[in-house]
């Protein structure tokens, strides 16, 4: 079966973008400058949602785009969906205390 | 590149040749409703009870709206709740529209025999004014006319990642050719600020970049909330996107890669052509009638979709005077909502176009529309209130 595709926006990137529905335990192949990159879903991953290109250990920085977009709030394991259930923003945070009445 | 435009006393290009009719209210409703080729604005904010500030930001709304281009004349009428205020007198509203060059014909219930009467003139005058407009024809003239706004919603990621990339393009593009591009939403560049300082113009323009951002963000945090909990909205997370860093990254790709050559208010004019960031607020209602109020001849709402796939009738237009498309490259969304939508791009996501390609068909669309052929949500005699960015409170 054809691998499902997913895009890395930028090169140090740690997430990809799933362009189709994957199911959990497919190949997923991630387009390189040099080749691709094979993942195996650990999980479902919906069209459109983020899939972790190697492992992420908690509180390191997610980057897409070559930018922080947050970080990771536990562990994430590669090929594992990469969510608001995993992934804290850290901008315009006035829960944090920092600014805001809390 | 050109398009075909009415080419204004003033030498603005409109896209479109309305009669406007101003402020909102009886008599302007009555006009319009009578007269064909008539528009006004529905809001219900008319400025009574609103600061000073705020009733300049008011005036400078529909005096804007008067002055677009798309607009060949207008009527203003002094019935309005806020003409008591001297930033909301009709004959100031007119005479601002008219330094522009433009026909501007006043209505005083008091003096055209109250309302019944202001109305009967107005339709008198509508008619004229419609039938003289309808005398003008479309020229051939340079992209340098073009000035377009753009917002992006219900975001997902499919937005970052084909629908503003072709935005984008769209934008370089009018840009180069001597246009001016209008983006904003301070919210969604936090996150995102430091790649659009990079593009600032001059230092001062990368202070007031910042500056709108980190007032923002104070505003924000003295909220004591999660930002999560408020923006991404739930559509952008049932979309895919996570953070609100996540969704300005994505959406910064629809101001391309021009220069930024200045930070505007809201509904404040570009004082030169080029790409311009607008302090402003993302919701449609609103962001539209600033750009359009700014001079917009065109506005473009890039649609995401993915968390509202049951929209299967996108309505209509807030932006009252310039033509509104939407565009997106969800798959999903354009599939339920094809015959609302202007131009998909997900064609990217599906392999067969590039960003290029499909920014280059995104162009071409623009052209045809800001020609004469009319957007999806022009079919429809549906229009939304507009939402005036105010943001002194009320008394």
């Known amino acids: 079966m054809q691998p499902k595709r997913a895009i890395m926006m930028h090169p140090q990137d740690n997430v990809a973008t799933a ?3 994957i199911g959990a335990g497919e190949n997923v192949a991630v387009p390189l400058a040099d080749g691709s990159l094979a993942l195996t879903a650990a999980e ?36 594992a969906m990469v969510h608001i259930h995993n992934l804290e923003g850290t901008r315009a945070r006035g829960d944090l205390g920092t600014g805001g009445r809390r | ?67 677009n281009p798309n607009v060949a004349s207008v009527i203003v009428h002094a019935a309005s709740p806020g003409v008591g205020y001297p930033e909301l007198r009709a004959e100031r509203l007119a005479d601002e529209i008219a330094a522009g060059g433009k026909r501007v014909e006043l209505l005083d219930p008091a003096k055209d025999g109250g309302t ?10 509508a008619r004229r004014m419609v039938y003289e407009a309808s005398t003008l024809r479309r020229e051939k003239v340079e992209d340098a006319h073009l000035c377009i706004g753009v917002k992006c919603g219900y975001s997902d990621t499919t937005s970052g990642i084909a629908g503003n990339p072709a935005v984008g393009y769209l934008y370089d593009k009018i840009v180069a050719g001597g246009g001016t591009a209008l983006f904003g939403e301070t919210t969604e560049i936090i996150g995102a600020e430091q790649a659009l300082v990079g593009r600032a113009a001059t230092p001062e323009v990368a202070g007031k970049l910042l500056r709108a951002v ?43 890669s021009a220069p930024v050559q200045g930070v505007l208010q ?32 065109v506005v473009l709402f890039q649609l995401g979709g993915g968390g509202v796939t049951g929209r299967t009738l996108l309505e209509g237009s807030p932006s009252v005077v310039a033509p509104f498309l ?70």
């Open chain 2, 116 to 125: 019944y009467g202001a109305i009967t003139k107005g339709i008198q005058l």
């Open chain 2, 266 to 297: 809201y509904a404040e004019r570009p004082p030169r052509k080029g790409l311009y960031f607008v302090d402003n607020w993302m919701g449609h209602l609103s962001i539209f009638a600033g750009y359009a109020a700014a001079g917009a001849n």
């Open chain 2, 1 to 67: 590149m050109s398009f075909w435009g009415y080419v204004r006393s003033d030498d603005s290009v409109g896209t479109r040749n309305h009669v406007l009719v101003i402020p909102q209210g009886i008599i302007a409703k009555s006009v319009c409703d009578f007269v064909a080729g008539t528009k006004t604005i529905l809001t219900v904010d008319h400025g009574s009870g609103r600061t000073a500030n705020d009733r300049e930001q008011i005036a400078r709304v529909l005096t804007g709206l008067g002055r």
């Open chain 2, 214 to 256: 980190t007032v923002q963000e104070d505003r924000a945090k003295a909220t004591g909330l999660d930002i999560r909990t408020v923006n991404p909205v739930p559509s952008n997370i049932k979309g895919g996107i996570s953070s609100l860093e996540e969704k300005s990254l994505g959406a910064i790709h629809k101001a391309g």
């Open chain 2, 326 to 395: 939407w565009a997106t490259a969800n798959p999903l969304t354009y599939a339920a909502a094809a015959d609302s939508i202007d131009f998909y791009s997900g064609t990217v996501i599906e392999g067969s176009e590039t960003p290029e390609e499909a920014g280059e068909r995104l162009y071409r669309t623009v052209i045809d529309i800001a020609s004469g052929t009319m957007t999806r949500s022009e079919t429809l005699h549906y229009t939304d209130p507009i939402d005036m960015y105010l943001q002194e409170p009320r008394f």
């Open chain 1, 19 to 21: 362009l189709e529905e």
């Open chain 1, 44 to 79: 479902a991953i919906p069209f459109g949602f983020k899939i972790a290109v190697q492992e992420i250990p908690q509180g390191e920085i997610i980057r897409k785009y070559g930018e922080t977009i947050g970080r990771a709030s536990s562990a994430i394991a590669k090929g």
